[in-house]
């Protein structure tokens, strides 16, 4: 890595870099009481919307974006939500790629996004199994709007009993 990070929109030519980083992230976030479900979270996000990236995200007037080294160490997207918003969604940073500010980056840049696309306020929630990600939206002015224990499984949630966070920020 020659730590010259930049952000750009996703080609169809990064389709198999962000799947893999997609599955391997997951894989580490699952305790191992949740594989099983985490297998399926992961089958189920692929098909819906990770194998689909350019259609999905262009069918939520949003987008997507890499983050680039000499390889994509980390991803993210965003999708319209209402007239005023818009919603953060899959935001990974490779493992080995962490501590970086690669994610802070990543969350200035969608930030800015949405102040481009005229959306004053950006929407995201995660899990209480993503404890950085916590951290890091908690020091950048997010705020935590509402919690629950998701047990529906969707793309967007594992389920499984999993505590989720649901923060907002007006930009």
């Known amino acids: 890595m020659t730590g010259e990070i930049h952000i750009r929109a996703f080609v169809p030519v990064d ?3 962000v799947r893999e980083l997609f599955i391997r992230v997951n894989r580490l976030l699952a305790p191992a009481h949740l594989a099983e479900a985490f297998e399926s979270y992961i089958a189920r996000s692929l098909a819906e919307e990770i194998d689909r990236l350019a259609d999905y995200y262009a069918s939520r007037n949003g987008g997507f974006w890499v983050a680039v080294d000499d390889d994509i160490v980390g991803m993210f997207g965003l999708e319209a939500v209402g ?5 953060l969604r899959r935001m990974y940073v490779a493992p080995g790629a962490r501590r ?4 802070r980056r990543m969350l200035a840049f969608a930030e800015e996004e949405c102040r481009r696309r005229n959306r004053p306020e950006l929407r995201l929630s995660t899990s209480e199994l993503q404890q ?3 951290a890091l939206y908690r020091s950048t002015g997010y705020e935590n709007v509402r919690e629950e224990i998701a047990d529906a499984a969707s ?3 594992l ?3 999993i505590r989720r966070y649901h923060f907002t920020k007006r930009l």
């Open 132 to 134: 950085d990600a916590l």
């Open 83 to 87: 007239d005023h918003a818009m919603e």
């Open 159 to 161: 389920g499984g009993g």
């Open 100 to 103: 970086r500010g690669i994610a």
């Open 155 to 157: 793309n967007k949630t």
């Open 15 to 17: 389709a198999a870099a």
